[in-house]
């Protein structure tokens, strides 16, 4: 007997719409200081530059309701209308149309914002966003104790997805030459070199090796082995076990956003409903089931066999041969900007040494204060915070700066004019503005290698972080008015 997913696609479609909820939050705080007319990267700007060099093809290219207006109303009214909407449809109301409208609102934040919306599990939640779209219903009503049974193309889709999620991040550790993967000490770097560590990371980092290295074969057993059992309907249950495992360890050691949460959303689809009951029986309601159709609907299957095409091109494309690929790369790249289908590949390489930016400023170009940051690693006294589910998305991005230099970073030239002018909607993405009242007459940036200090030293003196000066990350810029 096929055992029934109903209520597995009610619990589902809840973590999604919360996960939207999350994200939207999260943009609102920090839209103007990202993306507004006198934030780092303004979308106005970007639009100007695209709409200069492309032809009438560009609104394919970067699909975004942007392209209407730009303005700093209307793009963090953007993030406030995708937070209503997420919350109508966790609330039930008109399921289909709201998640509809956060699938479009939330694809012309990553189309339109650039540097700052380049993440997998933004790609992700749009994917997953997408195929969400054919496992509601598409009326008005308030669905919130409807459990509706997905159709099998459907739901198969979704276990796809996931195998490719976590298949692919197992392969990239193995084909893209990092030895620590292959040494199994990875994990001895992780904990102190991830973007934003919390309070946890030093402790995990002070392990032994040997729990590393076990940590690293159980990583490749969860990515490589448990995905393949997604497809065996006795397994499934089991298989989502460790996925979730995995999927918590990451969640309390660092701040993910809400990559952790939706990996765990994912895994809902592994569970049957009968597993579900025992737990439904203590809700202060009851859940009332309806049976998928036995044929899907025309629209339905075409786009599941469409996007299950995708999916195997992204899983099989490390060993096909570059004859396929090339013939195949237009087409891919037209479907792309849309991002209803991508691939994925976390922690392909481990960052073996953690490099920090610390913005200085100047009145008189002898004296120097720091810009504190509201996350990332700055003042050594200071405790690493927890953040996720929300991603301080400047604060990220800094890590990835220090990575590079101030060349392949040029929106960090951006950032310190801004620091320069005291821009206010940039200033507030800061912990410390050690010039408030009166803009800096000098910036420069250094870099600085950091270090967890000793968990002794943590718990009796409070100091977090041990650093040491590396250089110079760009020269002195001065304010000329």
Request: aromatic share 18%.
């Amino acid at each position: 007997m096929e055992q029934s997913y109903a209520i597995s696609a009610w619990f589902f479609t809840r973590a999604l719409c919360a996960v939207y909820l999350i994200a939207f939050l999260s943009l609102m705080v920090q839209a103007k200081g990202l993306w507004g007319k006198q934030g780092i990267m303004p979308i106005a700007e970007y639009h100007k530059a695209v709409a200069a060099e492309s032809d009438h093809f560009r609104y394919n290219e970067i699909p975004s309701a942007f392209w209407l207006s730009s303005s700093d109303e209307f793009i963090y009214g953007a993030a406030v209308t995708g937070a209503c909407f997420a919350f109508a449809a966790l609330a039930g109301f008109a399921q289909g149309w709201s998640l509809l409208i956060c699938f479009g609102l939330y694809l012309s934040f990553c189309s339109s914002g650039q540097s700052f919306m380049t993440f997998q599990w933004d790609a992700l939640l749009l994917e997953v966003g997408f195929l969400a779209l054919f496992t509601v219903p598409w009326n008005f009503n308030f669905s919130v104790l409807w459990a509706h049974e997905p159709h099998w193309l459907v739901r198969g889709m979704f276990y796809v997805v996931l195998f490719k999620l976590m298949f692919l991040s197992g392969v990239v550790k193995l084909t893209s030459g990092d030895e620590s993967w292959r040494d199994l000490t990875a994990l001895s770097y992780h904990y102190w070199t991830q973007p934003l560590p919390n309070p946890l990371s030093p402790f995990m980092n002070a392990l032994p090796l040997w729990i590393h290295q076990v940590s690293a074969v159980l990583t490749f057993i969860v990515e490589l082995i448990v995905p393949f059992f997604f497809f065996w309907p006795r397994a499934r249950f089991w298989a989502a076990l460790p996925v979730i495992g995995l999927s918590l360890l990451i969640f309390v050691t660092g701040n993910y956003t809400f990559f952790n949460i939706l990996t765990i959303a994912l895994c809902f689809w592994l569970i049957p409903d009968e597993a579900w009951r025992a737990l439904t029986q203590y809700l202060p309601f009851e859940l009332q089931t309806a049976p998928a159709h036995i044929f899907p609907h025309p629209t339905t299957a075409v786009a599941m066999l469409f996007l299950g095409f995708l999916s195997v091109f992204w899983i099989l494309r490390p060993w096909l041969p570059e004859q396929i690929i090339d013939s195949l790369s237009p087409f891919i790249a037209n479907v792309q900007p849309f991002h209803i289908s991508s691939p994925y590949g976390l922690f392909a390489n481990m960052t073996k040494e953690r490099r920090e930016i610390v913005i200085e400023g100047s009145s008189d170009g002898r004296e120097w204060k720091e810009y504190e940051f509201k996350y990332k690693p700055g003042d050594v006294n200071r405790m690493p915070p927890i953040v996720e589910p929300h991603q301080p998305r400047l604060d990220w991005q800094m890590w990835f700066a220090a990575l590079g230099n101030l060349r392949s970073n040029p929106w960090m030239q951006t950032l310190m004019l801004r620091l320069f002018q005291n821009a206010p909607d940039v200033t507030e993405l800061f912990e410390k503005n050690p010039f408030s009242d009166k803009p800096p007459m000098f910036l420069r940036a250094r870099l600085y290698e950091y270090t967890f200090a000793d968990p002794e030293d943590i718990v009796n003196s409070g100091i977090w972080w041990r650093r040491k000066p590396v250089g110079d990350y760009s020269p002195a810029f001065q304010n000329k008015p």
